[in-house]
């Protein structure tokens, strides 16, 4: 149902630069009454200008749809930007701009290692719960926004979301949602839901996301999520296209009682328009308060360059929604990245988005990679995590009251993180002074800390490895707690996830560490580099930890 007013022979087709506002392109969110009526009489002021083209079209045919887009002659449309600004039918009019991705420098690969899991203590999370469905038995979803995804990686095996409502190719919107063949998502580009290859998106996807435990690859922070994938080009308005999917698939969800829709529990977007302000796009904006009253978390990514972006703005990281985490990049060190935003207004916490391993749509099927794009979807992965946690009283807060729930969270994951630091100069001073928090993600204390908020959170074992690995030429060592009495697996992989070494070894009651004879295991493997990071992973029944160490063969 695109109204096409086409009275031009000629068209005026600019060439735009990224962060650039689109002076002729509009999006318009309308009060939800009478929409058609409050369309013809917009028409209706168009056309009193002769000879000028303009195009209405909706952001989508579901039956709700209060957004439109509308292009207007590059000579009129500053004319029309004031007559829309008063137009009492329009709740919110922005100008579209063109988007930049917030990634992804190459690197080089000599030192593979996924390191942040340890930082980030994802091991001792997972420990708790490697993700899947929640409580009440509904699947989490995380929804990515980003420019294409290699569907068929070896990584992402059984990792998408799948719409129960749809069948997928025979050109018909099943579930009536207003999206013709919405499998595993929606792409806004091509409007259809043919999802097709990018370097940028499959580089996200599997930082939040790639199977983990499946002996391939990585393992993203969530082990068993699902993705819903939203393809958008590098233009506001189909983002917010997808963010408007995103939100009435979840309303969906809840409103079907979970037999339609999805349930998204975060979104995360690794791209923006730097130095504008959230002001000049309430439209997109909003989208954060709306999704967030129906239990979505959003994660936004800030630039990657050494701004304050409360001063030189940045969108979306100045939207003022509660519901929006903007995370800026940290390294190894635990220091944020020279070329990483800032803003102790905007920028919520750091994760760490440095010389991060990941899947690839290339020849190499996965490569290092550094940029706050990396950042968000490792915050939206934990996010995810945090949902399948044995926490009844949660679970149950967020079925009755999603959006308090999700401030919550909100407010967990940044308290729990660790304090880190910034470069000034050549002295170290605390991130605090630039960000609302200060700290770094610690996935691990989020769950401690969900565990103290909701009293009910069942969490098995107090199994830990409390020293670090320690080896010599023929075996290796390090000292655990625990309260069971049960006998010890310990099993060592290295960074792709390859079993290297299993053995039992016999519960002692009394001594606090176990010594492992391993000669040249890592030589018989024939799979390991000379100097590389493995993980001693320690079962104990139900219970596992496991912990990260950087071992170097010594010739
Ligand atoms: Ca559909
Ligand atoms: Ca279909
Ligand atoms: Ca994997």
Request: hydrophobic share 35%.
């Amino acid at each position: 149902m695109i109204k096409r007013f086409l009275l031009l022979s000629v068209l005026f087709l600019p060439i735009f630069l990224s962060g650039q506002i689109i002076q002729n392109e509009f999006v318009l969110e309308f009060h939800h009454q009478n929409i058609q009526k409050h369309i013809q009489d917009l028409s209706g002021k168009l056309s009193v200008r002769q000879n000028l083209f303009f195009e209405v079209a909706p952001f989508s045919n579901h039956p709700k749809n209060e957004y439109y887009t509308l292009k207007v002659d590059m000579e009129a449309s500053e004319e029309w930007y004031h007559v829309l600004l008063h137009d009492k039918n329009i709740i919110n009019v922005e100008r579209a701009a063109v988007t930049e991705n917030r990634n992804t420098r190459p690197n080089d690969p000599q030192l593979v290692s996924q390191w942040y899991l340890e930082t980030i203590k994802a091991f001792d999370a997972w420990s708790i719960t490697k993700g899947g469905p929640d409580l009440n038995g509904n699947e989490i979803v995380i929804a990515i926004l980003d420019d294409g995804f290699l569907l068929s990686h070896e990584d992402f095996a059984d990792i998408f979301y799948t719409n129960p409502g749809e069948i997928p190719g025979d050109g018909i919107d099943n579930d009536a949602n207003g999206f013709i063949d919405d499998v595993n998502g929606f792409n806004f580009d091509t409007n259809n839901g043919t999802i097709t290859a990018e370097t940028h998106g499959t580089q996200v996807l599997g930082a939040a996301a790639a199977k983990g435990n499946n002996g391939r690859g990585i393992s993203g922070i969530n082990w068993n999520a699902k993705v819903m994938l939203c393809q958008v080009p590098l233009r506001t308005t189909e983002v917010q296209k997808a963010y408007d999917y995103v939100f009435k698939m979840k309303s969906l969800y809840l409103e079907s009682g979970g037999t339609k829709g999805a349930n998204i529990v975060t979104v995360s977007y690794s791209a923006g328009v730097a130095n504008r302000f959230g002001s000049e796009f309430p439209v997109w904006c909003s989208l954060y308060d709306k999704m967030g009253e129906k239990g979505i978390l959003s994660v936004g990514a800030c630039p990657n360059s050494n701004d304050n972006i409360d001063v030189v703005g940045d969108v979306p990281s100045t939207c003022e929604s509660k519901y929006l985490i903007v995370v800026t990049n940290s390294d190894d060190k635990d220091v944020k990245v020279r070329e990483a935003g800032f803003g102790s207004k905007h920028v919520d916490m750091a994760v760490p988005g440095e010389d991060i391993l990941t899947t690839n749509d290339g020849i190499s099927k996965y490569s290092l990679v550094s940029g706050t794009s990396l950042s968000a979807p490792i915050l939206a992965g934990s996010i995810s995590l945090l949902h399948s946690m044995e926490c009844a009283s949660f679970t149950e807060d967020y079925t009755n009251n999603p959006g308090n729930t999700t401030l919550m969270l909100k407010d967990i994951l940044l308290s729990s993180g660790d304090p880190i630091s910034y470069r000034s100069g050549s002295v170290l001073k605390p991130l605090s002074e630039i960000t609302v928090s200060g700290n770094r993600l610690n996935v691990h204390n989020a769950m401690l800390e969900m565990t103290r908020v909701y009293n009910d959170c069942i969490i098995k074992g107090p199994l830990e490895i409390t020293s670090p690995v320690s080896l010599t030429e023929d075996s290796f060592s390090f000292r655990y707690k625990t309260e069971s009495e049960e006998n010890l697996e310990v099993v060592i992989f290295d960074i792709l996830g390859r079993l290297l070494f299993k053995t039992e070894i016999p519960f002692t009651k009394g001594q606090p560490y176990i010594t492992v004879e391993a000669p040249n295991l890592l030589y018989e493997s024939q799979k390991v580099q000379q100097h590389q990071i493995l993980f001693v992973g320690l079962i104990q029944g139900k219970q596992k930890t496991g912990k990260g160490f950087f071992y170097t063969i010594s010739n």
